[in-house]
């Protein structure tokens, strides 16, 4: 079992950076495939990003592609996402998940373990 700390969410300007973290327990993170999905109010859950357990291989969202980057530091137990060129339609609760020698996927039901979440809001 792991469990999943997010930090990093705040208040930007549109345009602007953010870097979330995701810190995970437990000693078998680098057998985790390791995912980023958000929820804005009133909307479903929609995948953002996912990386691979082996690390190699990514995977995004087409709204983020080329503006948000996923990665991971396994001697840190940390998955990162770089957001940059934020837009207010990013505004979210962005949540950190977590599948044990996972493929990579964009549906929510295919990962098993999950964060409280942090608040990301963006201004225009």
């Known amino acids: 079992q792991v469990q999943l700390v997010e930090s990093g969410g705040g208040l930007v300007q549109a345009g602007g950076s953010l870097r979330l973290s995701c810190a995970a327990s437990?000693?078998?993170?680098?057998?985790?495939?390791m995912g980023w999905f958000r929820q804005a109010p009133g909307k479903e859950r929609e995948f953002v990003a996912t990386?691979?357990?082996?690390?190699?291989?990514?995977y995004y969202a087409d709204s983020v592609k080329g503006r948000f980057t996923i990665s991971r530091e396994n001697a840190k137990n940390t998955v990162y996402l770089q957001m940059n060129s934020l837009k207010p339609e990013d505004t979210a609760v962005y949540y950190c998940?977590?599948?044990?020698?996972?493929?990579?996927?964009?549906?929510?039901?295919?990962?098993?373990?999950w964060g409280q979440g942090t608040q990301v809001t963006v201004s225009s």
């Open positions: 437990g000693r078998t993170f680098s057998t985790y495939t």
């Open positions: 998940t977590a599948d044990q020698y996972g493929s990579l996927s964009s549906l929510a039901a295919h990962y098993d373990y």
């Open positions: 990386i691979s357990w082996r690390g190699g291989s990514t």
